[in-house]
């Protein structure tokens, strides 16, 4: 059977992409390591690297093994980790994954008030653009847990952490603000529009297409960005409508926000791939109390039909 150090050579001898940069990051011989690594090549039944002039290159096997030998490294280290914290050491690191646009409207409030109640327990981020890509990592031990939306068939455990509200973010002075009447804005009304859209491989980009498609329109674009808070500054600059999570929308920007009719919300989970260990389990019960799905200035912001009485607050009766 493979053996971890045999694992951890034939990583390090892809990522340095050869043998004697592997073995001086290993700080091991290279013989020692040419041994250990053809005693994990017999246990294969085969070559898992060819050797090149300049390198090397994964065989099909090779291929096939390497994301599994990343997988059992990591579940090794979080193992060594579990374990000293449910021992009571106070220091580590908690392997957290999530997407970019929950990354950036959820967890900063959330990961600031968990460095000061566990200052020696470091936090590793891996971000990611959509959903299912993060639950793959999640299946192959990328992380201790994972927040964002439950990936269907998740046999894991899972905590519901509250439900997150999309809003439309357009300029100041765009009609669909001022439409009398309304609670919000329908997408409908906005088919004509040109949009502030995500590129193709963004999760976001994904809920804008559903959202439209429920409204009858397919969405026209002005312009594609990655990222929530670029969307919400272009829009307000008038380059066309967006759709971004409440949380992701700053204290101060130049637009407005609507929230569409119907409402449009997704549902948040803290997921992980075994029973947590107490200090995971500590962090999930934090992001379930304390996670900003809708922060208070935002919803002072948002702002439904603007009144078309113009007249000044004393005339009108």
Do not use: K
């Not at 449910?86 to 968990?114: C, D, F, I, Q």
């Amino acid at each position: 059977m493979a053996t971890l150090r045999q694992l951890e050579y034939l990583v390090a001898i892809v990522d340095e992409g050869s043998f004697t940069r592997a073995a001086e990051r290993l700080d091991v011989t290279q013989p020692g390591l040419s041994h250990q690594f053809q005693a994990l090549e017999r246990e294969a039944g085969g070559p898992l690297l060819e050797r090149l002039p300049r390198g090397v290159r994964l065989t099909p096997a090779g291929r096939s093994m390497l994301p599994h030998a990343r997988a059992a490294l990591a579940e090794a280290g979080r193992a060594t980790a579990s374990a000293r914290r449910a021992a009571g050491v106070s220091t580590g690191e908690l392997h957290l994954a999530t997407l970019y646009s929950v990354s950036s409207g959820v967890l900063p409030a959330v990961l600031g008030r968990w460095r000061r109640q566990h200052p020696g327990v470091r936090i590793r981020l891996f971000e990611h653009r959509r959903g299912d890509e993060m639950a793959r990592a999640m299946a192959a031990g990328q992380a201790d847990v994972a927040v964002g939306p439950l990936p269907e068939g998740w046999e894991g455990t899972a905590r519901h952490i509250g439900t997150e509200e999309f809003l439309v973010v357009t300029c100041a002075d765009d009609p669909a603000a001022a439409a009398p009447g309304a609670p919000g804005v329908r997408l409908s009304d906005l088919a004509e529009r040109e949009w502030v859209h995500f590129t193709p491989d963004s999760g976001l980009s994904d809920i804008l297409e559903a959202a439209c498609a429920a409204a009858g329109f397919r969405p026209r674009v002005a312009v594609r960005t990655e990222q929530a808070s670029s969307a919400i500054g272009y829009a307000a600059a008038g380059l066309g409508p967006t759709l971004v999570p409440a949380n992701t929308v700053p204290p101060y920007f130049g637009g407005v926000l609507l929230r569409p009719d119907p409402p449009l919300r997704r549902r948040l989970t803290g997921y992980t791939r075994t029973s947590p260990d107490p200090v995971t389990a500590s962090f999930l019960d934090l992001l379930g109390d304390h996670a900003p799905l809708m922060p208070p200035h935002v919803g002072r912001r948002l702002r439904p039909a603007a009144r078309t009485d113009r007249r000044p607050p004393r005339e009108r009766r």
